[in-house]
């Protein structure tokens, strides 16, 4: 225990050194927009890394698409508790969501994108996610419930969606009225 203790106490807590960035909102046509793959693995992608996860903690998050900070490439960070209340924390460049499966749960989601908007939104409850590190190394996530929510979520922002584009009627009419007349909003 105290080795792992002293372990932790000098690895550096992911974020600490990063800058927080200005997030992108809904009405931004970068967030309706694929991001291109990560082909530079240099120090501008950690430097990124590191940002996005000091806004998402600015922002209260669990999970930040690099889209959401006017970056069009395939990265996002999280730290996102599954529905056992385990921690998950963590980044992924390059990711494919290679599994998702299990039951389908109908769950509350938002999106530091939709500040204060909420709504309903249908997720497998099961889902896999393959990519690489900053540093090129293969990572494989696997998540179940809150958790498994959130890795489709940011791999939905990768591929130029928001979730709002998953919400079917009178739904996704209610979310889209709440995001025009926040104070962030306008056209959705």
């Known amino acids: 225990m105290e080795r792992t203790l002293a372990a932790m106490r000098h690895r550096p807590i992911p974020g600490s050194s990063g800058l927080v960035r200005p997030m992108t909102l809904l009405g931004d046509p970068a967030l309706h927009a694929p991001c291109g793959a990560v082909t530079d693995f240099g120090p ?6 590191e940002d996005m996860y000091a806004t998402m903690y600015a922002a209260e998050g669990v999970g930040l698409a690099a889209n959401q900070v006017g970056v069009p490439l395939r990265v996002f960070v999280y730290d996102c508790p599954d529905d056992e209340d385990v921690r998950h924390v963590g980044h992924i460049v390059n990711p494919r969501l ?3 499966d299990g039951i389908t749960v109908r769950g509350p989601e938002g999106c530091l994108s939709l ?5 309903g939104t249908e997720r ?3 889902a896999v996610v393959e990519g690489v590190s900053v540093t090129g190394s293969p990572v494989r996530i ?3 419930g809150f958790f498994a929510r959130c890795l ?4 939905d922002h990768l591929d130029g969606l928001v979730y709002t584009d ?3 009627g009178l739904r996704r009419a209610r979310a889209l009225r709440a995001a025009r007349r926040a104070p962030w909003g306008g056209p959705a």
């Open 44 to 49: 501008s992608l950690v430097r990124l890394v």
């Open 166 to 168: 998953r919400l079917t």
């Open 152 to 155: 489709q979520h940011e791999c």
């Open 124 to 126: 497998f409850d099961r």
């Open 115 to 119: 500040p204060g908007v909420e709504a």
């Open 98 to 100: 290679v599994e998702a």
């Open 142 to 144: 696997e998540g179940t």
